[in-house]
T-cell receptor, first 118, second 112 residues
Framework: NAGVMQNPRHLVRRRGQEARLRCSPM?????VYWYRQLPEEGLKFMVY????????ESGMPKERFSAEFPKEGPSILRIQQVVRGDSAAYFC????????????????FGPGTRLLVL | SQKIEQNSEALNIQEGKTATLTCNYT??????LQWYRQDPGRGPVFLLL?????KEKRKERLKVTFDTTLKQSLFHITASQPADSATYLC???????????FGTGTRLTIIP
């Protein structure tokens, strides 16, 4: 059973460009979460999605950031007009909530996408 | 505001000894608490989950305790090995709230 997959693993963008980060959850998981880890800081929640729905986006910056989890395909975190302060590691996690048994609340993390804005 | 603190940024322990990491929280009533391990350049790896009505949980050489009165969780690694060296993160979630709130982590080094 493949784990959470993220791509690209590394992304370099110039200021003003767009960054698209992709996340494929574990098989059978329909809940996806995005977190950001700034250098020397802890992981910060950004957004929680289920298929075709944004459930909680309380951690998303008000501008330039958006996320989606379409019926088919991976979840996408999109950052428009990137600035140097967006440089960070972005992690996606998925969970099996809604399925019977086990620790349904457990979130399984991907390897992350490291975004560098020049 | 909600706050999660993990003891000392870095902890050095002699191989074979027990490593104990602390997670304290304030202004929070978590439904459950999780511990993760993170190696440099990698994503967090889930280790253990403990619920608010549980006092202790074990998995192989790992043990977690959860004291909701003290608002504290302790994470123990017994018979520590150099391969246990990593950053350990605690994370909390409220009942019905999906998002995890993470501490800043403790960087553990096991010295051979």
């Amino acid at each position: 059973n493949a784990g959470v997959m993220q791509n690209p693993r590394h992304l370099v963008r110039r200021r003003g460009q767009e960054a698209r980060l992709r996340c494929s959850p574990m098989k059978g998981h329909s809940h996806v979460y995005w977190y950001r880890q700034l250098p020397e800081e802890g992981l910060k929640f950004m957004v929680y999605l289920q298929k075709e729905n944004i459930i909680d986006e309380s951690g998303m910056p008000k501008e330039r950031f958006s996320a989606e989890f379409p019926k088919e395909g991976p979840s996408i975190l999109r950052i428009q007009q990137v600035v140097r302060g967006d440089s960070a590691a972005y992690f996606c996690a998925s969970s099996p909530r809604g399925l019977a048994g086990g620790d349904q609340e457990t979130q399984y993390f991907g390897p992350g996408t490291r975004l560098l804005v020049l | 505001s909600q706050k999660i603190e993990q003891n000392s940024e870095a902890l050095n322990i002699q191989e074979g000894k027990t490593a104990t990491l602390t997670c304290n929280y304030t202004n929070y009533s978590p439904a459950y608490l999780q511990w993760y391990r993170q190696d440099p350049g990698r994503g967090p790896v889930f280790l253990l989950l403990i619920r608010e009505n549980e006092k202790e949980k074990r998995k192989e050489r790992l043990k977690v305790t959860f004291d909701t009165t003290l608002k504290q969780s302790l994470f123990h690694i017994t018979a520590s090995q150099p391969a246990d060296s990593a950053t350990y993160l605690c994370a909390l979630a409220n009942f019905g709230n999906e998002k995890l709130t993470f501490g800043t982590g403790t960087r553990l080094t096991i010295i051979p």
